[in-house]
């Protein structure tokens, strides 16, 4: 009826409103019969979407690209035989096509290796380096950092998988008693890629805030949930998994990643490192793009290859598709993938809205198996140029107090992607594995490895690492100690040890309780007694950061061996972020071991007597200032990332107080502690420690700076200067540098034969300007009591620093570390070592 009234209403005459009905009805029905495929494309070895690929009817121009997900749909009027589906670095697949009007064609694209060729461009200018020109100018612009404010909200999904697992690694007993849950793993990886075995997956929601001016950062993480194998501190994972730690800005020169700097494809120094080839231009949604192939110059060049896609209108970066390859100076990884997609905001600069970052792991032995992270990031509802007032700003990271409580209906309403069927089987896959015994004991094990320490519900015993020394002062000695966890409280710590010598038959011990009053502005108090045999300049709390250092001078000979206890309060307070204070008061007491033969001056009433013992009671004061430190919490206690550029100074102000807090001594020190990381670039980064300070009155010099030497040790640490004696030089004024600089394969790389050992280069330069008053060196006696010598000491000669400097290879076998460290003065007397090699071992990538 609708079409008669038609042809009526356009006065078409009887005799021909059939063949208008018949053509009409043509057109009804060929729209109608439209043709529809749909898929995904996906990594065969990782099971992940691989985003831009091209999609498209075999012998012809008609397709389309996968979206972040690697999604595509295609409409088409007339049917075709079959579809191919490509992209760079995979190698083509095609697939039949049935004659239906829906179908669904999925693809898993086989990755083939990658060789880095020269990119040939016809006489003039390369077309590309109009179009880099252009970014390098808009940069400013397009960058998100130079918005006054930003925030956004933040999904994060993160899975680790254990893969390539070989044939002999498959018959270990751990993978033999996995049993049918191997069997089973084919499912994660898809029907013809890899097996996989998942360990580790999680989901996370966040909101995240940028100021500018002064530049601060804030990541409120509101939910997360995962499931990892042996894994139960929700508080560590939680942080560790948010927004903040899967960030990439390719807008900045040069971009850390796994520790390293990579120059940026859309660096200001892009010229210098890259090579561009422009490939095609089109339209991605409203916006018109150049699509431009990377690859760096060099091979070992910390640079990225692959594709990225720039605006006509705005020059600004729209997609990224780059890798870093184990042709890359890097140990271990085997590959980094990021792929990256980005919003144009209301205010011109561009957000990321996708991120992708998949991290292959290649086998540490053949007869192992490696490792494959894969990240990924979805941020929407973005608001710009509305900063929050600067107290929101204090806090780096803040888990909401519901942050672990939540259901699936939660995830289904905030998910801004849905999982995919096989994540959800992974999330049961991992239940499964933690429940078999074999896991539960390599869980162990691992945890011990790194951590030092096993759990045994609230309490974790250790650190092994000091178990057991020898000595010339204590023969055989023993030790064990405890700690409490977040199982215990997550206000009180308690920790202790208790050590025996068999030699010296004399028990030492600490205990110590902490509090922490607040972690918004951490604040916590701790109460310590210790009774300790120790070393004349080896202070504990300069090498807590050197574990292996601390733990090695209990071994063989202790020099200037004394006993002593320790009795402690300090507070330490942050103010505001990155602005803290240290207040704190001690007793301890000085007794030589008898091995040692110490002796000094001091007066009772107006009588000159020589003594051997002291105590000491001292106040300290201090303040540490940094920009930019970011630090994340684990159990009650916080763990320092370092700032990306500035140094962290602490000034300390220390009062002795002689008599009625039961010290033997009056005197004030002060010292300033200056310690920075510099990345350099392409010439790799910097380390710096440097101290300055000064004593005001004469004591005994075990309460002076004795500088830590460790020329009687083969073994290297930048706690010391590594070819002076112990206890060689003393000082009361000085000014100490230690510097060294890791040049990550950047200069001898391009040596042939250095190349594929990946050695890497490094230069270190230690000096100590210091004066030794002679009020100071007239307090020791030449003779103790009993009649022995008593060595005196010895300070640098006025405006003579003590240099050394040194070279050295590290990543030999990717572990070891030797140094060659030359002694520029100071060379008279028979025990001074003008050279010497060190050697050290060490985990890099």
């Known amino acids: 009826m609708v079409i008669l009234f038609i042809i009526r209403r356009l006065g078409l005459a009887r005799s021909y409103w059939l063949l208008w009905l018949i053509f009409f009805l043509g057109i009804w029905g060929g729209v109608n019969a439209q043709y529809q495929v749909t898929g995904k494309v996906t990594d065969q070895e990782t099971g992940e979407g691989i985003p831009f690929a091209n999609i498209y009817f075999q012998g012809t121009n008609i397709g389309s690209t996968t979206d972040f997900e690697g999604n595509y749909r295609i409409s088409f009027r007339s049917p075709f035989d079959s579809l191919v589906a490509s992209y760079v670095g995979y190698h083509s697949k095609v ?148 927004s903040t730690f899967q960030e990439y800005n390719f807008y900045e020169n040069w971009m850390s990643i796994l520790g390293k700097e990579f120059v940026s494809p859309i660096s200001n120094s892009w010229k210098m490192y890259y090579q561009y080839l422009l490939t095609d231009s089109f339209y991605i949604g409203e916006d018109f793009v150049y699509k431009l192939e990377v690859n760096p110059k060099h091979e070992q060049e910390l640079a990225f290859f692959g594709t990225i896609w720039v605006t006509q209108k705005d020059w600004a970066l729209k997609r990224a598709d780059l890798k870093i390859t184990s042709s890359a100076n890097l140990n271990y990884v085997k590959e980094v993938h990021i792929q990256q997609e980005l919003s144009r905001t209301s205010e011109s600069a561009w957000l990321p809205s996708k991120n992708r970052v998949l991290l292959k792991i290649g086998n540490i032995d053949d007869d192992w198996a490696g490792l494959l992270a894969k990240f990924y990031t979805s941020n929407r509802n973005f608001v710009v140029n509305e900063p929050k007032r600067p107290s929101f700003y204090e806090e780096f990271m803040v888990l909401e107090e519901d942050y672990a409580i939540s259901d699936e209906q939660y995830w289904i309403e905030h998910r801004h992607d849905s999982l995919t069927a096989t994540e959800v089987y992974v999330y049961d896959l991992i239940d499964t594995i933690n429940r078999l015994p074999v896991i539960k004991s390599y869980v162990e094990i691992v945890g011990i490895i790194l951590n030092g320490y096993q759990s045994f519900g609230k309490i974790d015993i250790g650190p092994y690492l000091f178990t057991y020394a020898w000595n010339n002062v204590e023969g055989s000695r023993v030790r064990v100690g405890f700690r409490t966890n977040y199982k215990f409280s997550d206000k009180w710590t308690l920790s202790g040890y208790g050590a025996y010598g068999f030699g010296d038959e004399v028990w030492k011990y600490r205990a110590e309780v902490d509090y922490l009053f607040s972690r918004r502005r951490w604040t916590e108090l701790k109460l310590s007694y210790q009774y300790e045999l120790k070393q004349v300049g080896v202070i504990e709390e300069n090498l807590t950061n050197n574990y292996l250092f601390l733990a090695s001078t209990k071994w063989f000979e202790q020099f200037r061996a004394y006993y002593g206890y320790n009795v402690a309060a300090e507070l330490n307070a942050e103010f505001r972020r990155g602005f803290s204070g240290i207040f704190g008061i001690r007793q301890f007491s000085f007794e030589p071991d008898e091995s040692y033969s110490f002796a000094y001056y001091a007066m009772e009433g107006d009588v000159q007597v020589i003594k051997t013992n002291f105590v000491s009671t001292e106040i300290t004061a201090g303040l540490r200032f940094t920009k930019g430190e970011r630090f994340i919490q684990n159990d009650n206690r916080r763990i320092s990332l370092g700032t990306k550029l500035w140094p962290i100074l602490t000034l300390t102000y220390t009062r002795g107080i002689e008599g009625g807090l039961g010290g033997d001594f009056d005197y004030d020190k002060i010292n300033l502690n200056i310690t920075q990381k510099i990345p350099t670039g392409a010439l790799g980064y910097s380390r710096y420690i440097l101290d300055v300070g000064k004593i005001f009155d004469p004591i005994p010099y075990p309460l002076l700076n004795v500088h830590l030497g460790n020329s009687n040790s083969i073994f290297y640490t930048s706690a010391a200067y590594n070819l002076m004696g112990r206890s060689e030089f003393v000082s009361d004024e000085y000014v100490t540098l230690r510097y060294t600089h890791h040049f990550d394969g950047n200069i001898i790389h391009r040596l042939p034969i250095i190349r594929e050992t990946k050695w890497r280069l490094l230069f270190n330069f230690n000096t100590v300007f210091g004066s030794l008053s002679q009020e100071n060196i007239d307090l020791i006696p030449s003779q103790a009591p009993d009649g022995r010598f008593v060595e005196p000491i010895k300070g640098l000669e006025t405006g003579i620093p003590y240099i050394e400097i040194g070279y050295g290879i590290e990543n030999i076998f990717k572990v070891v570390r030797i140094d060659a460290f030359h002694r520029l003065n100071y060379l008279q007397g028979p025990l001074v070592q003008p050279f010497g090699f060190k050697f050290s071992a060490q985990i890099i990538l």
Do not use: C, H
Not at 108 to 137: D, F, T, Y
Not at 140 to 160: C, M, P
Not at 236 to 242: C, E, F, H, P, R
């Open 95 to 242: 697939k039949g096509l049935q004659n239906i009007s829906r179908q669904v064609v999925d693809f898993q694209l086989k990755p083939k290796s990658v060789n880095l060729k020269e990119v040939v461009i016809s006489p003039g200018e390369n077309p590309a380096w109009r179009i880099m020109r252009n970014v390098e100018m808009n940069k400013d612009k397009n960058d998100k950092t130079n918005l006054e404010a930003y925030q956004y909200e933040s999904y994060n999904k993160v899975e680790v998988d254990v893969d390539n697992i070989s044939e002999k690694a498959r018959k270990r007993k751990l993978f033999q008693q996995l049993g049918e849950v191997y069997d089973s793993l084919k499912v994660v990886a898809g029907e013809d890629g890899k097996p996989i075995l998942p360990i580790f997956i999680s989901e996370s929601i966040s909101e995240v805030y940028y100021k500018a001016s002064p530049e601060r950062k804030r990541e409120n993480i509101i939910k997360t949930k995962f499931k990892g194998v042996g894994m139960e501190d929700e508080s560590l994972v939680s942080q560790l998994i948010g």
